[in-house]
Each structure stands twice: as C-alpha cells, then as structure tokens.
C-alpha cells in the first residue's frame, strides 16, 4: 500500500493493480455483506483498510449501500464513498442504473454528498424516473453541484413541471437549507426570462431562495427587484414585491443594506412598495 501511493517508486504501478484488484474481489465482497454486524473496533480497522486502497473499492461498497432499510452498514458503506469524492463518481453508475429504485436512490444521494460537475450526465436520467422519491433526490443532488450543466437541468424540469410537481421540485432543492443550492437557484433565474415565459418559475425559485435564507442570494434577489419594463403590469409587480420580501425573510446586515440601497436608488415602484412595507 505504501508503495502504491509513493510517486514514481519502482512498482508503483502493479502496486496499483493490485490493490484495484483486491478493492473488488470475492473476498471485499462478502466482507461488504457483513458491515452490520462487524463492531466499531472491526469497522474502524477495516475503514483504514478501504480508505487506503481507495476509490477501487466503490464497487464492492455499493452492494452495502444498496438497501432498501437503512442501516448501520448502509451508513458506513455511503459514508466511505461518499469519502472518495470526485474519483468515485463514474464507478457510481453501476448504481444509478440499477432496476431498483433505493438503488437509484442512493447513486443519487451519493453524488449528491460528492456534488462533482461530473455527476450531472448520471442524474439526469434519474429525473425522468416514475419513483418521485429518485427524482426529488436527483433534483436534491443537482441543486448542490455548482455548474452551469446541473442548473440547466433543473430549469428544464422546472420548465417542464406544473403545478404541485413543481412546488415538489422546488421543496426537494431547498429542504436540507443547504447553502449549496444557491448558486443554482440564480443560476435558474439568470438563465429564465422572469417577464415571459419562465416567469412562475422564478417567482418560486425567488421563493425559494427566501426558504434557504443564505445572504448570499441578496445579489440575484436586487437584481430581480430591479427588473424594468414598461407596462410590466402585475408580473412586473409580483417579480420586485417578491424579491424584496425574500431578502426580508433572509434578514442579516447584507439583506438590510441593499433593502436601503434599494429605497434610495430604485424605480418609483419600488420605493413606494419599500416605503408601505417600512411602515
């Protein structure tokens, strides 16, 4: 194992081999299925054992990771590769492709622990699943993944869903409250024409930048609380008035100081729709 790890070392290579061999031969496998009942001392050993062959061992460790109950030794197993990151996303696939749907449910919470860009062309099919629980945790998984890839395919579904589908969207993007999701969530407004077609969309991805309550959505919500446009009408006024009561629900000095901004600087609508909330 030392040898394996030491660049440039003679053997280094076959070193290599051998451990991805071992990382998924008969033996890792049948130990795989007896995570549950080994003891913290046994796992501890056997977690160093894994963690120094590494990435190898993705698919010995996805036979635990796939139950249907989750259990001491499903939580040990996702945790190890979840451990590995970006190395183990393709070894993933295997995963995300199986028949059955907590199969497809943990590749999806898996590559959404690791949050890789490469993750996206693996989650993407799973959002076309019938199982809603997949789906909300690709969606979940894609959220946190900071790439211009993942956010267009949540605003394709977006696009796509209606109604109470949407709300299930957008609550499965936000229900952690994890900081992670903010830069897709602007992302999905950046990309959205909010005047025209997208414009639901964005009134409840504004909403739900509000539910995460990270400051660092202020920028994206000013900017739609300074969208123009003449005879905008009530979807003008929707697009500012949410906006403006996102960064309240936000709170914090950054949301305060571009509310303030905002009251000196703004359209006349805006000031006058800042002034009756003030009051």
Partial sequence: MARAGTPNAIGRDACRQALDRLGDCLAMR??????????????????????KIGPATVPALITAAAAERETIGTKRAMGTIASFGKPAVTRLAPLVSDDRWYAQLAGAQLLGAIASPEAVPLLQ????????????????????????????????????AQGQMRTAVIDALVADRDPRVVPMLSR????????????????????????????????????????????????????????????????????AAAIDQLAQTGDRKLKKMLAQKRR
């Fill in 30 to 51: 049948e130990t795989m299925a007896l995570l549950d009942d080994i003891d913290e001392a046994g796992w501890k050993s056997l977690h160093a054992v894994l963690t």
């Fill in 188 to 255: 999905v407004i950046g990309e959205s024409e909010p005047l025209g077609k997208d414009h639901e969309v964005v009134i409840q991805t504004i909403d739900a930048l509000a539910g995460v309550g990270s400051d660092a959505a202020v920028p994206t919500l000013v900017t739609m609380a300074k969208v123009k446009k003449f005879f905008g009408g009530r979807k003008l006024a929707a697009l500012k008035e949410h906006s403006v009561d996102a960064m309240i629900k936000i709170g914090g000095t950054k949301a």
């Fill in 125 to 160: 099919p799973l959002l076309r699943k019938s199982d809603p629980r997949v789906a909300q945790a690709a969606v979940a998984a894609l959220g946190k993944i900071d790439d211009p890839a993942a956010a267009r395919a949540v605003q394709t579904v977006l696009r796509a």
